[in-house]
């Protein structure tokens, strides 16, 4: 029995870094077309517009911010999408809420021109982040033909805690559905619309 014990582990061994190798090709490849830089989440308040005729909001909220900062090698790059994942804590959950809560977003740019400053960003709406607490991390997957090109989360870890819970869609909002929509507008690549 103990013979086979060395067998044993080396199988392992060899059949682990059959999995991890194609990951860790993939990631490679992806550094040679785009670098993350640092991903995070902030609380931001709103921008406040001035109007003619029209009225002052009553209250300005803290919206959850989750901005990318990358670099990216060729010339054009056709599609990228950045896959979002964001935990909220709740520390006194009501009823029937999980006290951790995934949210999942995406956003696909489309024509992305050669940058050493290129910015994403998602947002979670103030009441969002008002009923299901305050943010716990962040991760973005980033791929483009279905191909992973980078992967981040703020604190960092090498697990893949985004795959540990079951995902709330339809909370994540990109920028052009927020008021951040015309703020800085230049530094945000073009989103792709849905056809």
Do not use: C
């Amino acid at each position: 029995m103990k013979a086979n014990t060395p067998v044993r582990f080396f199988g392992v061994v060899a059949v682990a870094l059959l999995l991890v190798a194609p990951y860790e090709l993939f990631a490679q490849e992806g550094r040679d077309v785009l670098r993350i830089r640092r991903v995070e989440g902030e609380m931001v308040r709103a921008p406040q517009y001035q109007v003619s005729g029209g009225q002052r909001s009553q209250r300005q909220r803290q919206w959850l911010e989750v901005k990318t900062e990358f670099e990216t090698a060729p010339d054009w790059i056709d599609e990228i999408t950045f896959t979002y994942y964001i935990v909220l804590h709740n520390r006194r959950p009501h009823e029937g809420d999980e006290p951790y809560n995934l949210f999942r977003g995406e956003n696909t740019y489309v024509n992305i021109e050669r940058t050493r400053r290129g910015q994403s960003a998602v947002y979670l709406h103030p009441s969002t982040v008002e009923r299901y607490g305050s943010l716990d991390r962040v991760a973005v997957v980033i791929s483009s033909q279905g191909r992973v090109l980078g992967i981040e989360s703020d604190p960092p870890s090498e697990r893949r805690w985004w795959e540990q819970l079951p995902p709330r869609s339809g909370f994540v909002l990109n920028r052009m559905q927020t008021p951040f929509a015309m703020v800085n507008f230049d530094d945000f690549e073009a989103i792709k619309l849905s056809d």
